[in-house]
């Protein structure tokens, strides 16, 4: 039956559900029309499919990072890379939302990232600085707290450590990483 018999016959085909590819290429047709607040939709049914779907994780955050929401941009490309850390153009998207938001030394999200980016290249005093500029700014910033103990426990600073998880648990008593993270503390 050819479309103008369903049109005559007053019945519309069936619409099939898409795929988790259909919805992030429908996401990435938006996003090339620079409608970016309608390919987040897509991307997200896309990752309610397959959550592990590093390349809707990584375009969702370009779609962000468009519309100027640029810690969650790297939150995705965060997500996009913890579940393949080979994808380069995720690791190139973070670098320019991070390079970005170093613009703004005022924003306590942006020392608290470049920071975790500095520990991931094991260059831990300059995280600890970047930790301490975050915190500076914003004394109530619970994963600069976080990432700030988890630092100090690396290099072996565990009552620093302590303190820190203790203050970050102090302004969310309810965050499971920073109560994981003191609980192994405690352990040592």
Not at 46 to 62: R, S, V
Not at 119 to 140: G, H, V, W
Not at 157 to 174: F, G, N, S, W
Request: proline fraction near 4%; charged fraction near 20%.
């Amino acid at each position: 039956m050819g479309l103008f018999d369903w049109f005559k016959s007053g019945t519309a085909p069936m619409q099939k559900e898409l795929t988790v590819g259909e919805w992030n290429i429908k996401g990435l047709a938006l996003a090339a029309l620079c409608r970016h607040q309608e390919a987040i939709p897509c991307f997200d049914k896309a990752l309610k499919i397959d959550p592990k779907y590093d390349h809707a994780l990584n375009n969702k955050g370009a779609a962000l990072f468009q519309l100027g929401r640029y810690a969650e941009a790297i939150e995705c490309y965060d997500k996009a890379l913890a579940i393949n850390p080979q994808v380069c153009i995720a690791w190139s998207n973070k670098g320019a939302a991070l390079d970005l938001l170093a613009l703004c030394p005022r924003y306590a999200g942006a020392w608290n990232y470049k920071g975790a980016a500095l520990l991931m290249l094991s260059r831990t005093q300059e995280a600890l600085e970047c930790f301490d500029n975050a915190l500076e700014i914003d004394p109530q910033h619970v994963e600069a707290w976080h990432n700030k103990g988890n630092t100090l426990n690396l290099v072996g600073r565990y009552q620093e450590a302590v303190t820190c998880l203790d203050k970050a648990l102090a302004i969310d008593p309810r965050n499971a990483a920073a109560q994981e993270s003191r609980g192994l503390i405690a352990s040592i």
